[in-house]
Nanobody, 124 residues
Framework: QVQLVESGGGLVQAGGSLRLSCAAS????????MGWFRQAPGKEREFVAGISWSGGNTRYADSVKGRFTISSDNAKNTVYLQMNSLKPEDTAVYYC?????????????????WGQGTQVTVSS
């Protein structure tokens, strides 16, 4: 069984920054793909960023390119999402997900494990 626990969400003004963390436990993650997704009220869950556990490959949604950075710390079994220049439209619940195949998928349905989510609210 895999457990994913997100933290770091909160309320921030537009233009500010937050760093989300996703702590993983229960399995070895050397071949996993990890993704960050978000879901705003009334909207579908959408891909934000993904990383292979080795850190060699990353992928971003166009809406966050240049503002968000995904990274991993294998020693801590933790994946991070550094979010800079935040906008009100970034407001959502952010979820961490793990894919056992190791690929970075855009579709949420292809991920095997999910965290409980952390709220990010950006005020204008």
């Amino acid at each position: 069984q895999v457990q994913l626990v997100e933290s770091g969400g909160g309320l921030v003004q537009a233009g500010g920054s937050l760093r989300l963390s996703c702590a993983a436990s229960g399995r070895t993650f050397s071949r996993y793909g990890m993704g960050w997704f978000r879901q705003a009220p009334g909207k579908e869950r959408e891909f934000v960023a993904g990383i292979s556990w080795s850190g060699g490959n990353t992928r971003y949604a166009d809406s966050v390119k240049g503002r968000f950075t995904i990274s991993s710390d294998n020693a801590k079994n933790t994946v991070y999402l550094q979010m800079n220049s935040l906008k009100p439209e970034d407001t959502a619940v952010y979820y961490c997900a793990a894919d056992t195949s190791g690929f970075i998928y855009l579709a949420a349905t292809l991920y095997d494990y999910w965290g409980q989510g952390t709220q990010v609210t950006v005020s204008s």
